[in-house]
């Protein structure tokens, strides 16, 4: 039989398979939770400043955290740092091997058991932790059945994904702003009984529900506050980072960070970034309809503020007679001609190099942000340098210059 390895005694020079055996073999705590902190490279140096909730969010329930930061707790407590010692010592109260000569039976008795033998624990207070933790246990378990539920319900609502969610601006679609309410309930009830794990789907479906909730029904009292959307997706941002495989947190990026004026804020500094990767994205994705057609625009940028300054086509298409042939008022450009359509939208200035468009804002800080071009027939091809004028539409592709005209 091999022998198992001593612990250091100071616990910043604990590797992570240090970590990973002191958790399984003297805490007892199930060997997947010991592979998933060996897997995140949880050294004893990182140990010490983890907190419950950081384990929580590598994927350990509540109860292996707790005892983990118990345990830790109580042994940097009876490190000797009142006599100046490091305080990530652990306490030996015994002689150590080197200065007395063992008995060569003890010793490899000793060894075999180094690692239990290295630290003292109160075993009632294990026993307590240990009961909070089949408490815990069992919550979690009651916790992932409701959420399940309301997964399955969010499921049958067709609002588990973008498309189902984008089928509820279809006019056609009976009841779609009391649904709507429904779906943007369920997510902020779901959100927030799981708001210690990173639910990044929940939260983009969240995010766009909120969106298309505040086309269909801007007074809803169910629409969560902007500042809490950002946030939600600030932070799914973050954990995707600017190489993710799905272009739709990057189009949710461009309909809630765009810049509202020249004055560039935390958000919408990086909005070049976001829409690199949602046309990278896109390619990646979608590669067989990039050769046959152009994306659907979903939304136009408005007049207005917040997310009311987020506008649908149907809320274009009602200012126009029922009878009318929607479709020929878009391919002939007529719908931009109507002063209601005008009024409702926002008319950007931006440059046209050929048939390449680009927007630039910021005072001090300039980003430039590149837009197609649905129709170039106003710009001249070559090199020249123009300065045009476009509604602006947000497409899964890519933001899009619609109506252009040479300024």
Request: aromatic letters at 8%; a neutral charge.
């Amino acid at each position: 039989m091999s022998k198992q390895v001593s612990l250091p005694e100071i616990i910043k020079d604990w590797t992570k398979e240090h970590v990973k055996k002191w958790v399984t073999d003297d805490l007892k705590i199930n060997e997947q939770y010991g592979q998933i902190l060996l897997s995140e490279e949880v050294t004893g140096l990182v140990l010490q400043e983890l907190t419950e909730k950081d384990l929580i969010e590598m994927g350990l329930p509540r109860g292996p955290a707790l005892l983990i930061k118990r345990s830790y707790n109580k042994l940097k407590s009876k490190s000797p740092e009142s006599d100046n010692h490091d305080p990530g010592q652990l306490d030996h109260s015994k002689p150590s091997k080197r200065e007395h000569q063992e008995d060569p039976k003890q010793t490899k008795k000793e060894e075999e058991n180094s690692t239990s033998s290295n630290i003292d624990y109160d075993p009632r207070e294990v026993r307590d932790i240990k009961e909070r933790e089949s408490i815990l246990v069992k919550e979690n378990v009651l916790e992932e059945v409701a959420n399940a539920k309301d997964k399955k319900k969010l499921e049958a609502l067709r609002a588990d994904r973008f498309a189902g969610l984008l089928e509820y601006l279809n006019p056609n679609f009976k009841n779609a702003a009391t649904t709507m309410e429904i779906i943007v309930d369920e997510y902020a009830f779901l959100l927030k009984q799981n708001s210690n794990k990173r639910m990044t789907n929940e939260k983009q479906n969240s995010i766009l529900a909120n969106i298309i909730l505040s086309c269909l029904k801007p007074s809803s009292r169910f629409i969560q506050p902007l500042t809490m959307l950002k946030k939600q997706l600030r932070e799914v941002l973050q954990f995707v980072g600017l190489s993710h495989q799905y272009p739709d947190p990057y189009f949710l990026a461009c309909l809630l960070f765009w810049p509202e004026n020249q004055e560039l804020d935390q958000d919408s500094k990086l909005i070049e970034k976001y829409v690199s990767s949602l046309n990278r994205s896109f390619r990646g994705q979608y590669k067989r309809m990039c050769r046959s057609k152009q994306a659907s625009t979903l939304f136009y940028l408005g007049k207005r503020r917040g997310l009311n300054s987020i506008v649908h086509k149907a809320e274009i298409e009602q200012y126009f007679d029922k009878v009318q042939n929607t479709n020929s008022l878009w391919h002939s450009g007529d719908v931009w001609k109507k002063n209601e359509v005008k009024d409702l939208l926002c008319r950007l200035s931006g440059q046209a190099e050929g048939k390449l468009i680009s927007i630039e804002y910021g005072t001090e800080e300039k980003i430039k942000i590149p837009v197609i071009s649905v129709y170039s027939g106003p710009l001249r091809s070559g090199r020249n340098i123009e300065r045009v004028s476009f509604y602006l539409g947000f497409s899964i592709e890519g933001p899009l210059a619609y109506d252009i005209e040479v300024i």
